[in-house]
């Protein structure tokens, strides 16, 4: 901070350099006075400066007079070369004759701050200076007002011009202020540029810099929608796949064979058979191409057909509608015709028999009940299971409950005899065929699932002897068309049939075997297999596995088609 100046000493001289001041004439004491802070001279109009009206500082003085060295400056930017370097002389340039500045208001005078005066030194003959621009002080000092010059607006410095000599560069441009009194005129300070201004830089529409990262931004948003669309169109396809199809079926007609059919075999319909069972017992027969279209024939009949349990005469890959003609056809029912699936259970066939030959149930019930030595079985046998060979059968009405079940039993013995099976084979055998046929589902992999029961027999290759079949469990506890058991069921050992507790063969046959079971019984295939199970109960596909490993990985396919398929659980 500027230290001021004392007061001065003489109260007369003050106030006879104030009125000096004030007619633009010298201190009457001789002595230039030092400038003070803030202290202008006022115009030569000798006008009283408005009431109220703020003095100059020193830093508008100072800007003002850059103002003026800049109009200067750049009125003489066109002139020919800078002459030949004078050294800087301390005079003060006369006045150059202009015409007189626009009036100014009048600035109120601070009262000037004096300093002790000193003699003037005599100035030394220089020849003339080229005329400058007037400063502000050097206006002050001659009593003129300064110079009011517009603020330009900030713009860049421009381009130092080629000195005229190496020297200029060193003594500095003569064109600049002499007054030695003048604040030296400091270089426009590099302002650095605001944020907006960054900004706005950033994203010039002329700028070629980053012209190339928007159009990238551009293509891969385009490329990242195209993947969402696509994602979102596959994800709504399996989404609605079902419900499309569904559609689609609904409107499209039921699968249909046409004409009568060709071959002949027997059909059977139940007692409590609907039009959907019959149907369905039609397309596992291949007489219908599918329950709906035998559905449709029926919707479609003039009258409601009425159905009667017994055995009709049919063709294969026949219409739904002459497949109901034929149903409803007493000439194509057979009497006393009956059909044994292979692997039924003794329990489910006696029904069939009595529908086909119209024997009452209970009478058939009461003669299987008979000692199994009337019918000549095995000494080992408890019943007639095994040995009611599974056919279709026509036969004399006159035969009474009996007689028909020892039809049955006579054509088992004659399949046994047909394979090679000696009389005392037969018991051995019917139980591992009525095995292998309920738990084997297609005709190749009869031979492996016997091989599999005949390796866990051998105790050099499975020690404990366990079987492990779920069938025989399922069959000791009274579900004979189930093949799937529990964890509770698996560890009962009150089931005589619980081949996970007992080990080697079941007590007894499970099922009544056929001809294929019996021959993979006599002949099983070669090989290591330790375990199988039947995934997929509709095509009786198998997988055998010679680890535990293996097996457990196939357990597991098995369990999920379970789960997409709870009829069979």
């Known amino acids: 901070m500027t230290q001021l100046p004392p007061e001065h000493p003489d109260a007369d001289a003050l106030a006879a350099d104030w009125r000096a001041l004030l007619g633009s004439d010298a201190p009457t004491t001789g002595a230039v006075s030092a400038p003070t802070t803030g202290a202008v001279s006022a115009p030569t109009t000798g006008a009283t400066p408005p009431a109220g009206a703020r003095p100059m500082t020193r830093r508008e003085i100072r800007e003002a007079e850059q103002r003026a060295a800049a109009q200067a400056e750049a009125g003489s930017a066109a002139a020919a070369e800078p002459q030949a370097f004078q ?74 011009a080629a000195s005229a000599s190496p020297f200029a560069d060193l003594l500095g441009d003569p064109h600049q202020s002499l007054d030695p ?17 960054r900004r706005a830089a950033a994203s010039d529409p002329y700028d070629h810099d980053h012209d190339e990262k928007p159009r990238r931004r551009g293509a891969w948003g385009c490329l990242i929608g195209l993947l969402v669309v696509a994602a979102l169109g596959v994800g709504a396809f399996f989404f609605l796949q079902g419900p499309i199809n569904a559609v689609i079926e609904r409107f499209q007609p039921a699968a249909d064979y046409e004409g009568t059919g060709t071959g002949e075999l027997v059909f059977m319909i139940h007692e409590g058979d609907t039009g959907e069972s019959i149907g369905a017992n039609l397309v596992d027969a291949d007489v219908v191409a599918s329950t709906d279209a035998f559905l449709e024939a029926i919707d479609e009949a003039a009258t ?8 009709y005469r049919l063709a294969e890959q026949m219409s739904a509608k002459a ?7 007493p000439a194509n029912k057979l009497e006393n015709t009956f059909v044994i699936p292979e692997g039924t259970a003794t329990v489910d066939a006696l029904p069939r ?13 009461a003669a299987a009940a008979e000692p199994p030595a009337d019918y000549g079985l095995p000494a080992e046998a408890t019943s007639l299971e095994g040995f009611l060979f599974p056919a279709t059968y026509t036969l004399d009405p006159n035969l009474d409950a009996h007689a028909v079940l020892q039809t049955l039993v006579d054509r088992q013995f004659q399949a046994l005899d047909e394979a090679g099976v000696a009389p005392a084979d037969r018991w051995k055998t019917i139980v591992l065929a009525a095995l292998v046929q309920r738990e084997a589902g297609l005709k190749d992999d009869f031979y492996k699932v016997s091989r599999v029961f005949l390796n866990r027999l051998d105790p050099a290759k499975w020690e404990s002897g366990l079987l492990q079949s779920d069938a025989t469990v399922a069959y000791g506890t009274g579900n004979t068309h189930l093949v799937t058991t529990t964890d509770a069921e698996r560890a009962d050992p009150a089931n005589k049939y619980n081949t996970y507790v007992h080990p080697g063969l079941p007590v007894g046959p499970i099922s009544n075997p056929g001809d294929l079971a019996i021959d993979a019984a006599v002949h099983p295939a ?14 009786g596909e198998t997988i055998f596995s010679e680890t535990v490993e293996q097996h457990d990985a196939a357990v597991e396919k098995w369990l999920a088609w379970m789960e997409e398929h709870p009829e069979y659980g």
């Open 304 to 311: 409601a057909p009425v159905f009667y349990p017994g055995a």
């Open 353 to 365: 028999i009595s529908e086909g030959t119209g024997i009452p149930l209970e009478e058939l019930q």
């Open 181 to 197: 009194m003048a604040d030296p005129e400091p270089e426009p300070a590099r302002r650095k540029p605001s944020r907006a201004e």
């Open 323 to 329: 497949a109901l003609d034929a149903l409803v056809d």
């Open 87 to 160: 050294p800087p002389q301390p005079a003060v340039p006369a006045r150059p004759e202009t015409a007189p500045p626009p009036q100014q208001p009048q600035l109120e005078l601070r009262r000037p701050q004096t300093s002790p005066s000193f003699p003037e030194p005599a100035a030394a003959p220089q020849p003339a200076a080229p005329a400058q621009p007037r400063s502000a002080f050097d206006a002050h000092l001659a009593g003129e007002a300064p110079p009011i010059v517009p603020r330009p607006e900030p713009a860049a410095a421009p381009a130092p």
């Open 526 to 539: 070669d090989g290591p297999w330790l375990f199988f199970v039947t995934w997929n109960l509709d095509t």
